[in-house]
C-alpha cells in the first residue's frame, strides 16, 4: 500500500499570506527551505491493486494532484467540513472526467449534510455523458464502522477537534489523523498496533483544537507505534528545527512525500 501526501500545512498553509512584503509570513520556518513550503493536508491512499482512495479535497488539489501525479481517483473521505478540507471540491470534476462516472463520497452525515448544501449542485444526478460540474454520490458513514472503500478495509474513529469532531481512519497497520486534539479510548484502541500514523502537529505549544508536539510524542510512546509522520503543520514548526530536535520514531512530513506501508 502506498501513500502520498498531497499537504501537510494548516488551514493558512505554509506560508501565510501576508508579510512585511507581501510574499508570505512564515513564522520561523525558514523560506529557502523547500520542505517548509506546505499546501493544505490532504492525502491518497493506494491500495495493492493499484485503487486510490482521495482524504480531502482542499483549496490546493489541482495542483497538488498534477505535481505528485496522480491523475485518477476511485472514492473520495471527508474528515470533515471545514474550508481547508473541502474547498476545491470543484476540482473533482477533472476526476469525474478520467474516470468517466460519478465519485462515490464518503462522511458522516452531518459532514454530508453541511457539504451537500455548501456544494449542492455537486451532489444532483447525472445527466450523461459530459461532466460540466462535479459529480459526487453521498455515502454515508460513522465513526465505529469498518467499511470497504476503493479497494481498503477502513476502521474509522471520532476524534476532538476541539468545536467539533472529525475522522481519523485505519487500514492494515497505518492509520491517518488530521485535525485532532484529543483521541478518546475507543479510538486509542483502534491505534494500538498500528506501525505507521500520520497525524496533526499544528506547533510546539498547546492548541485548543490541535496536537501539540508533546501530545504527539505521549500517543506514539502510549501507543508503541514505530513510524509516526507530522502534518498540518504550521508556521511553528521549521524543517531544520524538526530535524534536529524531533524524538526518535517522529518526522517531520512534506508535501509529496511518498510512504509504503
Known amino acids: 500500500m502506498r501513500v502520498v501526501m498531497l499537504g501537510c500545512g494548516g488551514s493558512a498553509g505554509v506560508p501565510m499570506l501576508g508579510g512585511a512584503d507581501g510574499t508570505g509570513e512564515w513564522g520561523i520556518c525558514d523560506p529557502w527551505e523547500p520542505r517548509n513550503r506546505r499546501s493544505r ?7 495493492d491493486a ?5 482524504v480531502d479535497s482542499g483549496p490546493d488539489l489541482r495542483e497538488q494532484l498534477l505535481r505528485c501525479g496522480i491523475g485518477r481517483i476511485d472514492a473520495l473521505l471527508y474528515s470533515h467540513a471545514h474550508a481547508d478540507h473541502v474547498a476545491g471540491l470543484d476540482e473533482m470534476r477533472g476526476l469525474n472526467r478520467v474516470v468517466g462516472r460519478p465519485i462515490d463520497t464518503f462522511a458522516t452525515r452531518a459532514v454530508l449534510e453541511e457539504v451537500s448544501q455548501r456544494f ?3 451532489f444532483r444526478p447525472w445527466s450523461p455523458p459530459s461532466f460540466f460540474r462535479p459529480v459526487l454520490v453521498a455515502r454515508e458513514i460513522a465513526a465505529g464502522d469498518t467499511v470497504d472503500i476503493a479497494g481498503l478495509t477502513l476502521t474509522l474513529f471520532e476524534q476532538n477537534h476541539g468545536r467539533t469532531n472529525t475522522l481519523g481512519f485505519r487500514t492494515g497497520r497505518f492509520a491517518y489523523s488530521t485535525d485532532v486534539v484529543q483521541l478518546d479510548a475507543p479510538a486509542l484502541a483502534v491505534l494500538r498496533g498500528v506501525d505507521t500514523w500520520i497525524v496533526d502537529c499544528f506547533q510546539r505549544a498547546r492548541h485548543p483544537a490541535h496536537a501539540d508536539l508533546e501530545q504527539v510524542r505521549q500517543w506514539s510512546r502510549t501507543l508503541g507505534i514505530r513510524r509516526t509522520v507530522l502534518t498540518h503543520m504550521g508556521t511553528d514548526l521549521d524543517w531544520s528545527w524538526m530535524l534536529a530536535n524531533l524524538p526518535g520514531g517522529i518526522e517531520a512530513g512534506f508535501d509529496g512525500m511518498e510512504l509504503m506501508v
Open 50 to 54: 493499484g485503487t486510490r482512495l482521495l
Open 120 to 122: 449542492a449542485y455537486a
Open 41 to 47: 493536508s490532504s492525502i491518497v491512499v493506494e491500495s
